[in-house]
């Protein structure tokens, strides 16, 4: 990696060996100076070093405030990597030189800009109790908020001396909406009699009231309203039993007054889309895994709320077609990031790396604790920090591999406070692949656990292979569908027994169709329906054609078949990127018997022909009649006017007019009939 920005290590006061040679090695014409108290009595050091000018890159996020401050007053930018609990503060630190180096140099990496979506709240709050404590939660923020309290069913509630703010009776039967923009729907809903002595009197109840507010309070102790309720904005659930957390979440309310930005998680395409056609489903993997309900069908396409999007990237992960995603960081920068880490990390003298990604929430914690209270990471460990782990799906998995990993471990939660169905897929659908292309068993699975000692005891025990003997190193670009295709053929390129056809389960996003050819009548229902082109047919002969590398096994094509011969069939074929379309039935069309125009399909018109002959009243006793069906859509219509063809066999009588009727009132008053 060749670069001039400034590279300052600090040993932190002498707890970690710097290995200042394999940090050169891997950040290759960087300026690479090492500090032993950088923050405090070697500051000027820093303060040196951003006037300069250049990039800067710290190997510390302990005292990234304190940097960054500077770095602001000297109009300069700087990136933060944490070199002292990822690989510093180790039982290994000795040699963790050449993973300092990759650390440092992936820190250096750029990011594309993150698009936002803006979300406003005016503080209308709903609180929703069933007793005295939701009216108490009221009190609390009403001074800063526009309250409401809804109480389900209530039992004794004192009447106030004075009403701060309205105390109501009802159930919530239904909830939609995010922060600003909720709307409830509210059963049994009553208004209290302004009358009411020692309790709370409520009049006449009615139900399906609506009601509009900013932000929900739910203090209900009930089922929560929404599905993943704590990715919900704007919705913040306490058990009314804990005082502390109803503190907690009253504190946050409170500050949810204003405008608020927040990331566009996914960028949606709906031209690429496959969930339907002609309102039949095809695709629903989004659909199924979106915990947040943030998606829903929407004519031949869905729709993403970004509003309600919590960014899990599930969808993204899972979309065969690239219509949805992620972009915090895009698959390509992601996957640039990783071809930076991989790399360096071989320039700098490491073998063997193991690849571990963590979220911060709980894998910055979780190996921080490692590191402080453990033996830390081992020095082949290269971990690397992704804002959701459920946002990687099968590309960046290949690239991993491709670029030199040995394995690659996703460190998750012992028990995930959401579903991560779609993690599952993306390590059951790479774990074959991985197998079917030389790479062995075991090399990509997930570390589920809360426990730092044991997640260093997992790794320490791991016995990671030799990575792959050809390694790449291709600059990923474009879509994710696109970035994927590469991914997947530099690793078969780069694999140690490449395999050109690879079997895969049931719902994966690569295959081929099998066709019933006696079967199929050349109908080309499902070359409409196919939403990627996979299916085509010709302009000249009655054909039906298929490109392997752009099916995404949607099924659109299986469900739509009248003659239901279509199958699917999962599989990678490495080779169908450069594959000519196959023909998968082709006929010799049938030329009209009057002008010898090429039409239809030859074996459709003759058994066509063969049923109605004789057979069907309309054609019943006239050749002629059944010739018609023998001549293309032009001739049909000259013939069946030249001839006065009537479809009902026998001349029809003439319609009947005013006149007729008049003259045959006019005969029977002369022949006296009534």
């Known amino acids: 990696m060749a670069d001039k920005r400034t590279v300052l290590v600090c040993s932190c006061?002498?707890?970690?060996?710097?290995?200042?040679?394999?940090?050169?090695?891997?950040?290759?014409?960087?300026?690479?100076?090492?500090?032993?108290?950088?923050?405090?009595?070697?500051?000027?050091?820093?303060?040196?070093?951003?006037?300069?000018?250049?990039?800067?890159?710290?190997?510390?996020?302990?005292?990234?405030?304190?940097?960054?401050?500077?770095?602001?007053?000297?109009?300069?930018?700087?990136?933060?990597a944490n070199v002292r609990e990822t690989a510093g503060w180790s039982a290994d630190a000795a040699k963790a030189g050449p993973k300092m180096a990759a650390l440092l140099a992936v820190a250096a990496e750029p990011l594309p800009d993150i698009p936002f979506v803006a979300m406003s709240s005016e503080g209308v709050a709903l609180i929703y109790g069933t007793d005295e404590r939701a009216i108490e939660a009221g009190r609390l923020l009403a001074d800063h908020l526009d309250i409401t309290v809804l109480v389900s069913r209530p039992k004794t509630l004192a009447a106030p001396r004075v009403t701060e703010f309205p105390v109501v009776k009802g159930t919530i039967r239904s909830a939609k909406g995010h922060l600003g923009a909720f709307e409830i729907t509210v059963d049994d809903y009553a208004v209290p009699a302004p009358?009411?002595?020692?309790?709370?009197?409520?009049?006449?109840?009615?139900?399906?009231?609506?009601?509009?507010?900013?932000?929900?309070?739910?203090?209900?102790?009930?089922?929560?309203?929404?599905?993943?309720?704590?990715?919900?904005?704007?919705?913040?659930?306490?058990?009314?039993?804990?005082?502390?957390?109803?503190?907690?979440?009253?504190?946050?309310?409170?500050?949810?007054?204003?405008?608020?930005?927040?990331?566009?998680?996914?960028?949606?395409?709906?031209?690429?889309?496959a969930h339907s056609r002609s309102k039949i489903v095809g695709c629903h993997r989004c659909l199924d895994l979106c915990p947040a309900g943030a998606i829903v069908p929407a004519g031949d396409h869905v729709a993403i709320d970004p509003q309600v999007c919590a960014g899990c990237g599930q969808c993204a992960a899972a979309c065969p077609t690239g219509a949805a995603a992620y972009a915090l960081p895009p698959a390509d920068a992601l996957i640039r990031k990783l071809r930076v880490l991989l790399s360096t990390y071989r320039e700098a003298g490491g073998a063997k790396p193991v690849v571990l990604l963590h979220d911060e929430a709980h894998g910055a914690e979780l190996i921080d604790a490692l590191a402080r209270h453990g033996d830390g990471l081992p020095a082949n460990v290269l971990p690397l920090a992704v804002n959701e782990l459920t946002q990687v799906g099968l590309e960046t998995v290949a690239a991993a591999f491709a670029y030199g990993a040995s394995a690659l471990r996703f460190l998750l939660r012992a028990r995930p406070r959401h579903d991560i169905a779609g993690l599952r897929r993306t390590i059951a659908l790479a774990d074959p692949v991985l197998r079917g292309l030389g790479f062995g068993d075991g090399r990509v699975a997930a570390i589920e656990t809360d426990d730092p000692d044991m997640l260093g005891e997992t790794l320490r025990t791991l016995a990671?292979?030799?990575?792959?003997?050809?390694?790449?190193?291709?600059?990923?670009?474009?879509?994710?569908?696109?970035?994927?295709?590469?991914?997947?053929?530099?690793?078969?390129?780069?694999?140690?027994?490449?395999?050109?056809?690879?079997?895969?389960?049931?719902?994966?996003?690569?295959?081929?169709?099998?066709?019933?050819?006696?079967?199929?009548?050349?109908?080309?229902?499902?070359?409409?329906?196919?939403?990627?082109?996979?299916?085509?047919?010709?302009?000249?002969?009655?054909?039906?054609?298929?490109?392997?590398?752009?099916?995404?096994?949607?099924?659109?094509?299986?469900?739509?078949?009248?003659?239901?011969?279509?199958?699917?069939?999962?599989?990678?074929?490495?080779?169908?990127?450069?594959?000519?379309?196959?023909?998968?039935?082709?006929?010799?069309?049938?030329?009209?018997?009057?002008?010898?125009?090429?039409?239809?399909?030859?074996?459709?018109?003759?058994?066509?022909?063969?049923?109605?002959?004789?057979?069907?009243?309309?054609?019943?006793?006239?050749?002629?009649?059944?010739?018609?069906?023998?001549?293309?859509?032009?001739?049909?219509?000259?013939v069946m006017a030249e001839e006065d063809f009537d479809p009902y066999g026998a001349p029809r009588p003439l319609p009947r007019t005013t006149d007729d009727y008049l003259r045959e009132r006019d005969r029977k008053a002369r022949d006296g009939e009534t």
Request: charged share 25%; net charge neutral; with cysteine.
């Open 195 to 273: 009358s009411s002595r020692g309790a709370l009197e409520f009049g006449t109840s009615r139900n399906a009231a609506v009601s509009h507010c900013d932000l929900v309070l739910d203090l209900s102790g009930g089922a929560p309203l929404f599905s993943a309720p704590d990715l919900r904005d704007g919705y913040l659930r306490a058990d009314p039993g804990d005082p502390a957390a109803v503190l907690r979440a009253v504190l946050k309310a409170r500050d949810l007054v204003g405008t608020f930005d927040k990331p566009r998680y996914i960028t949606f395409t709906a031209d690429l889309c």
């Open 13 to 80: 006061e002498k707890t970690m060996p710097l290995d200042t040679d394999a940090i050169g090695r891997g950040c290759r014409g960087a300026r690479v100076q090492t500090a032993n108290h950088l923050c405090r009595a070697e500051i000027e050091r820093f303060r040196t070093a951003v006037a300069s000018g250049g990039a800067l890159t710290v190997g510390c996020t302990q005292e990234a405030p304190l940097f960054s401050e500077l770095a602001a007053e000297a109009g300069s930018t700087i990136s933060f």
């Open 464 to 638: 990671p292979l030799e990575p792959a003997p050809r390694l790449a190193s291709f600059m990923p670009a474009g879509g994710k569908r696109d970035v994927l295709r590469l991914a997947l053929r530099e690793l078969h390129r780069a694999s140690p027994a490449p395999s050109d056809i690879v079997p895969l389960s049931e719902g994966a996003p690569f295959g081929t169709v099998e066709l019933n050819v006696e079967g199929c009548t050349l109908c080309l229902a499902c070359v409409s329906a196919c939403p990627t082109g996979a299916l085509s047919a010709d302009t000249e002969r009655p054909m039906l054609r298929f490109t392997e590398d752009a099916c995404v096994q949607c099924g659109l094509c299986q469900a739509t078949c009248p003659e239901k011969v279509i199958t699917l069939k999962p599989q990678i074929d490495f080779h169908a990127a450069t594959a000519a379309a196959r023909v998968l039935k082709e006929e010799e069309p049938f030329a009209c018997i009057r002008c010898s125009k090429p039409f239809g399909v030859r074996s459709t018109i003759e058994r066509v022909s063969a049923k109605l002959e004789g057979k069907h009243w309309m054609f019943k006793g006239s050749a002629r009649r059944l010739d018609v069906i023998k001549m293309c859509e032009d001739c049909r219509v000259a």
